[in-house]
């Protein structure tokens, strides 16, 4: 069974800056693709961001250029760098492994952005 242990969030300012961490449990992790998704409250689940085994990586509309995904597949670990916060980024965020046809999820994150 794959685990998934977030880390990173928190409260932070409009505009500041937080680095969320994922780690694996399964050396599968270099194989898989990763993602972060985010739930507001009152709002669904979406996708923020993803990246392959490859390296390619793909954002939400609404975060481009202010979030990078990354990872390091030597710690099992995905990364979600989060610059320029707002208001509306405040979520719960998730990190995914996908082994097909099965999708992880971590227990979440909370990100609170507020002054």
């Known amino acids: 069974q794959v685990q998934l242990v977030e880390s990173g969030g928190g409260l932070v300012q409009p505009g500041g800056s937080l680095r969320l961490s994922c780690a694996a449990s399964e050396s599968i992790f270099s194989i898989s693709r990763m993602g972060w998704y985010r739930q507001a409250p009152g709002k669904q689940r979406e996708m923020v961001a993803a990246i392959t085994s490859g390296g390619s990586t793909n954002y939400a509309d609404s975060v481009k250029g202010r979030f990078t995904i990354s990872r390091d597949n030597a710690k099992n670990t995905v990364y979600l760098q989060m610059n320029s916060l707002k208001p509306e980024d405040t979520a719960v965020y998730y990190c995914?492994?996908?082994?097909?046809?099965?999708?992880?999820w971590g227990q979440g994150t909370q990100v609170i952005v507020s002054s």
């Open positions: 995914t492994l996908d082994q097909l046809p099965t999708r992880y």
